[in-house]
């Protein structure tokens, strides 16, 4: 079974990002949408632990969420898909179950 994790909080407030990085099975693919796009920057105390966790998982953000908070795709942590909201969609519909983390 495919899991899309979805994650809206910011990993530098809350622990949900770790949680699901930690819990999350090899070839799940996470989102991170609201606040959770922090967690797909470069140059932040996280940049490390989502490289390390995109070996096994697929890494998305989505990219109006970014774009809301002020950064553009230049700030993203190579290897993590930039996605728009029909992206989310087809996202959504290629996995089985869709697990938020909040």
């Known amino acids: 079974m495919s899991i899309l994790h ?6 530098f ?3 949900s990002l ?10 799940s693919g996470v989102l991170l949408i609201e606040d959770g796009v922090y967690g797909a920057l470069k140059g932040t105390a ?13 890494l998305y953000v989505l990219g109006p969420d970014l774009n809301a908070r002020g950064m553009t795709g230049e700030r993203v942590i190579d290897g993590i898909e ?4 029909a992206g989310f969609v087809d996202l959504a519909a290629d996995h089985d179950k869709v697990n938020a983390w909040l």
């Open 18 to 27: 770790d949680s699901c990085l930690k819990l999350a099975k090899a070839g």
């Open 13 to 15: 407030e809350k622990s």
């Open 46 to 58: 996280r940049e490390a632990q989502i490289k390390e966790a995109a070996q096994n998982l697929k």
């Open 82 to 85: 930039i996605v728009d909201y």
């Open 6 to 11: 979805t994650v809206n909080k910011s990993p």
